[in-house]
């Protein structure tokens, strides 16, 4: 068995809340305090206003087909993985999110599909979000 | 940036274009530094600025500028290390500019170079190691394969058009004694059509293929170029940068870029349209960014790429020359050397040794920078320079 590339938490801020919730199939969202904004990915002070007021919030895990592209020549370490699916996906929240999709034939994909989250198990205690036409 | 010629372009070098050829990025500097020495009769001592692109081969050392300068004898008043991808170049060429009518020095080196595809000690970071490189999207093809599928679904992307961009490139390339022997094949429209899908749309031949090289740009005060009686001299009469277009939107639309912003206030600045532009020499890292460069600085309307290039005459003869020496793409891409490929050929082709693609009365060029591809977003810094006699 061939092992998937996992994400290193915390490596540039604070991001365990995001991994804590992904290990529980829930999709952990930036958001702005003063504006009620959201970013992703995350970062430490808000797009919006600059300054640290920013929670983390449970995201619906729904959105839409922003784009798609069927990567054929596999960035390092997903060699085993190619033909597949990485994406755009526009979030209700207002955010985008890159990923994978899954449960799905890229024939079939069209812009603005409705989407949800589907969670990916890379390892034991490592889930990553993925999403599938919902 | 003004339209005062009292800070002008003086003189350019280049090496050829390698692919993993082995040679450092110090020793690549050291051709084009005394290509420029003895093409304009300076020493050494006459150069008191420099400023080096950052570069995929040497990037583990945060002082490569300070050791450039030791490498090369230099003592500069005026040091800059321009980290901004391919727009390293043109945004050195108006930092030098503004540096020398700040009165920081008075002949600046503009050097860019970078033997990535022999060494590469760049660790991007950031936010990829945790929302990026788990999904496998195969790095700036991968997102630039994403912006082909968003704007053909917005708009009409006619194949045959980027297939003409390709093959215009390739002859001008086939004219470059610098550019990249492995890329100096004919290429015909069938063969860009065939060409294996990398990231779909995305095909190989839509994308760069990275590679060795240096090049250089010598930047003079008018003063300078009276008191040593420098022979030629081209002028950038306008510069425009924006990076992170719309930072501040996570739903801002991927294929509005800052193009369209920094395009039409350089042609401001230079007070001229894109009609009077002689010649085009954008950034080149995929063919798709040409087309959406033409539209968004204001070549034709936003959608109207395909048809635009279909209907104009690209080639070095024709109304729109297009990067003459074969752009990044043709003749290869030297890592983050690259924003300077198309610089030097501007300045070639203004000075007119251009040889056998020579283009009829340059009198300006249009030169544009790309640095730095996020996710989620388009590319990081957009820049446009225009270069006039």
């Known amino acids: 068995m061939t092992h998937r590339v996992l994400p290193i938490p915390n490596s540039y801020m604070d991001t365990r809340p995001f991994w804590d919730a992904a290990n529980n199939h829930v999709l952990m969202l930036q958001r702005c305090d003063d504006t009620g904004r ?24 729904k959105g839409t087909l922003y784009s798609w592209t069927v990567t054929y020549s596999a960035w390092p370490g997903h060699e085993h993985r190619v033909p597949y699916i990485c994406a755009y996906v526009q979030l209700e929240e207002g955010a985008r999110i890159l990923c994978n999709l899954v449960n799905c034939e890229a024939e079939a994909l069209t812009m603005g599909m409705p989407m949800k989250v589907s969670w990916e198990t890379l390892a034991p205690d490592v889930c990553y979000p993925a999403f599938e036409p919902a | 940036m003004n339209a005062n010629r009292d800070v002008g372009i003086v003189a350019y070098a280049e090496t050829k274009i390698t692919l993993r050829g082995g040679r450092s990025a110090y020793d690549l ?51 800059e290390s321009s980290g901004l991808g391919g727009v390293s170049a043109i945004g050195g060429v108006a930092r030098a500019v503004a540096a020398i009518r700040a009165g920081l020095c008075k002949t600046a080196l503009v050097l860019s170079t970078d033997a990535q595809s022999s060494k590469n ?18 790095g700036p093809t991968g997102v630039f394969g994403l912006l082909m599928r968003r704007y053909a679904h917005l708009y009409d992307l006619d194949p045959r058009a980027l297939a003409k961009l390709a093959v215009t490139q390739r002859n001008h390339a086939l004219l470059n004694e610098n550019a990249c022997e492995k890329l100096r094949i004919p290429l015909t429209e069938e063969a860009y059509l065939d ?66 912003v920094v395009g039409p206030k350089a042609l401001e600045q230079a007070n001229l349209s894109t009609d009077q532009i002689r010649m085009f020499h954008p950034y080149d890292d995929f063919l798709i960014a040409i087309l959406m460069q033409l539209e968004q600085i204001g070549f034709c309307n936003v959608g109207r790429g395909s048809d635009f290039i279909l209907n104009t005459d690209l080639s070095f003869t024709g109304d729109l020359p297009l990067n003459t ?3 990044q793409i043709s003749a290869g891409q030297p890592g983050l050397a690259g924003g300077g490929l198309n610089l030097v050929e501007a300045v070639r082709q203004m000075f007119g040794e251009a040889g056998d693609r020579q283009v009829e009365n340059p009198a300006n060029a249009m030169v544009t920078g790309i640095g730095v591809i996020p996710i989620g977003r388009n590319w990081s810094t957009s820049a446009v320079m225009i270069l006039e006699q």
């Open chain 1, 38 to 61: 959201y970013q992703h990915p995350p970062r430490p002070a808000s797009l919006y206003t600059g300054s640290r007021n920013v929670s983390w919030i449970a995201s619906a895990g």
């Open chain 2, 121 to 138: 000690q760049s660790e991007q970071g950031g936010q990829r190691h945790e929302f990026q490189y788990p999904t496998g999207l195969r």
């Open chain 2, 325 to 327: 020496g074969g752009g």
């Open chain 2, 29 to 79: 500097a050291a051709d084009v530094f005394a290509s420029i020495l003895d093409s304009t009769g300076l020493e050494v001592s006459d150069i008191d600025g420099l400023a080096v692109a950052e570069t995929m081969s040497e990037t583990a050392n945060p002082f490569w500028p300070a050791y450039m300068a030791d490498m090369l004898g230099l003592s500069p008043t005026w040091l």
């Open chain 2, 195 to 260: 060409s294996k899908v990398v990231s779909d749309p995305l095909r190989m031949l839509d994308s760069v293929m990275v590679c060795d090289g240096a090049n250089a740009v010598l930047v003079a005060s008018e003063e300078v170029i009276k008191e040593k009686g420098l022979a030629k001299a081209v002028y950038p009469t306008a510069y425009s940068e924006l990076t992170n277009y719309k930072a501040f939107d996570s739903s801002a639309e991927i294929t509005e870029t800052g193009f369209s």
